[in-house]
T-cell receptor, first 117, second 114 residues
């Protein structure tokens, strides 16, 4: 089966610009998560979708970040306008629902490395 | 709030030797899950091993095993017979029962010395 796909793999943008990251989860996975790792720090949770609904968005840093999941399939994470502190690696993961997500684990994408200059 | 601490930013080990990566966590929950993830230079994170807190038996996956000490809130990863392909960032993670969110540590970069 295809894994979790993220693109772009790298993005370099100027402060104030807009960037949109995309994540395609594994087909059939209802749960989709966004995480972010700022250089040298822990990977932090941003938000969790169940199908097309936002289950938990407590980790979203501020209103410059907007996440959507169209029809419960792929998801986008838009940063507008980007600031220097938004630089980091953005990971997407997907999992099946409920306890299955423990049994089968989360599947992560390779991440998008965002650099804001 | 739950926290996960990995106190070793970097570790190195000779090929074929054994290395132990440390992880401690803080939680008030009694039922939860613990994970070790590996992120090779290709950057895709891979699940290495998982442990359910209610199970006293330590999880084992081939050369990877954990030492789970619930009272001490410690969850270390032992890699036996280290191989060059084990070189990666290793992240310890926690997840409360009934909650889908993972809480990660800051990671340990493991270098394998040929």
């Amino acid at each position: 089966e295809a894994g979790v796909t993220q693109f772009p793999s790298h993005s370099v943008i100027e402060k104030g610009q807009t960037v949109t990251l995309r994540c395609d989860p594994i087909s059939g996975h209802d749960n989709l998560y966004w995480y972010r790792r700022v250089m040298g720090k822990e990977i932090k949770f941003l938000l969790h979708f169940v199908k097309e609904s936002k289950q938990d968005e407590s980790g979203m840093p501020n209103n410059r970040f907007l996440a959507e999941r169209t029809g419960g399939t792929y998801s986008t994470l838009k940063v507008q306008p980007a600031e220097l502190e938004d630089s980091g690696v953005y990971f997407c993961a997907s999992s099946q629902a409920g306890t299955a997500s423990f049994n089968y684990g989360y599947t992560f994408g390779s991440g998008t490395r965002l650099t804001v200059v | 709030a739950q926290t996960v601490t990995q106190s070793q930013p970097e570790m190195s080990v000779q090929e074929a030797e054994t290395v132990t990566l440390s992880c401690t966590y803080d939680t008030s929950e009694s039922d939860y899950y613990l994970f070790w993830y590996k992120q090779p230079p290709s950057r895709q994170m891979i699940l290495v091993i998982r442990q359910e807190a209610y199970k006293q038996q330590n999880a084992t996956e081939n050369r990877f095993s954990v030492n789970f000490q619930k009272a001490a809130k410690s969850f270390s990863l032992k890699i036996s017979d280290s191989q060059l392909g084990d070189a990666a960032m290793y992240f310890c993670a926690y997840r409360a029962f009934g909650n889908e969110k993972l809480t990660f540590g800051t990671g340990t970069r493991l270098t394998i010395i040929p």
